[in-house]
């Protein structure tokens, strides 16, 4: 799950400074291996459901599957009664794009269906999303699909000691424009800890160089939103999923990202 951004939009170049960004929490070592605990139970259920995805499935199906694994694991589902939010995973059928409340729509061939997990475990939290398909689905779903995951990898490769928010943004942007997809602008990343929405935001588009600069320690959820037509969005009447304005599909990779000193090390990798 995302936050939306801030009313402020984009952040101003004074969080570029050389000081530590305030807000920003650098986690121990042992933090550290809470959190792989809760991304590896992430991982697991977004496997899970990944196979669990067929024709006639309800969405809601893929919810209690989600929670029963989260809550077996030991571990309770993070989105459950955020901002009252109903469902244990958001589950977003093509046009949606984020946020979608499980129910009793049945997938069909040609879907795509984004799953976005949270569990806490301990009081640490990992968050991770991926969209699947079930096939038949068009070529141009099949190439969203694939540009959003190979997004998701570039953002991940830059987020190295040293660099800034803004290369995660930039080089997620650079893979979906070249491609001719758009991000979305309203939701983005997020730092991930003891909270589910910590600072700083890791928006999907941005100039190289610029935002706070990464540290070690940080853990970050990168989870660039790719929209195959326009980058606009609405919510739905009821008050959560969020779809594309234009109708057309969209995709949603999620990691739960630490800075390591040799680099990045994904936190909800199976
Ligand atoms: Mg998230």
């Known amino acids: 799950m995302r936050r939306p951004v801030d009313g402020g939009g984009a952040r101003s170049a004074a969080d570029g400074g050389a000081a530590p960004p305030r807000g920003i929490v650098v986690r121990s070592a042992r933090e550290i291996e809470q959190l792989r605990e809760a991304g590896r139970i992430v991982a697991?259920?977004?496997?899970?459901?990944?196979?669990?995805?067929?024709?006639?499935?309800?969405?809601?199906?893929?919810?209690?599957?989600?929670?029963?694994?989260?809550?077996?694991?030991g571990a309770v589902p993070t989105f459950k009664g955020y901002h009252g939010f109903p469902g244990s995973i958001c589950?977003?059928?093509n046009e949606a794009v984020v946020h979608g409340v499980p129910g009793a729509r049945r997938l069909r061939p040609g879907d795509i269906v984004s799953c976005d997990v949270g569990a806490t475990l301990g009081g640490y939290i990992g968050d991770?999303?991926?969209?699947?398909?079930?096939p038949p689905v068009s070529a141009e779903s099949g190439r969203l699909l694939d540009v959003t995951?190979?997004?998701l990898a570039a953002g991940i490769r830059a987020a190295m000691p040293g660099a800034r928010v803004g290369d995660i943004s930039h080089a997620v942007q650079t893979v979906v424009e070249s491609e001719g997809f758009?991000?979305?602008?309203r939701y983005c990343g997020h730092g991930v800890g003891t909270s589910m929405h910590e600072e700083p935001q890791v928006p999907n588009y941005g100039e190289a160089g610029q935002g706070p600069l990464l540290r070690t320690g940080m853990v970050l959820a990168i989870e660039p939103m790719v929209n195959a037509g326009g980058d606009d969005v609405r919510v739905l009447?009821?008050?959560?999923?969020?779809?594309?304005?234009?109708?057309?599909?969209?995709?949603?990779?999620?990691?739960t990202v630490a800075i390591r000193e040799a680099g990045p090390?994904?936190?909800t990798a199976p």
């Open 44 to 73: 697991a259920v977004l496997d899970a459901l990944g196979g669990a995805v067929e024709p006639g499935i309800e969405t809601r199906d893929l919810d209690a599957l989600a929670e029963r694994l989260i809550r077996a694991a």
């Open 91 to 93: 589950v977003s059928v």
């Open 128 to 134: 991770g999303a991926g969209t699947f398909t079930v």
């Open 149 to 151: 995951r190979r997004a």
């Open 182 to 185: 758009s991000v979305v602008r």
């Open 237 to 255: 009447r009821d008050r959560w999923t969020v779809v594309t304005r234009d109708g057309r599909p969209s995709a949603h990779f999620e990691h």
């Open 265 to 267: 090390e994904i936190l």
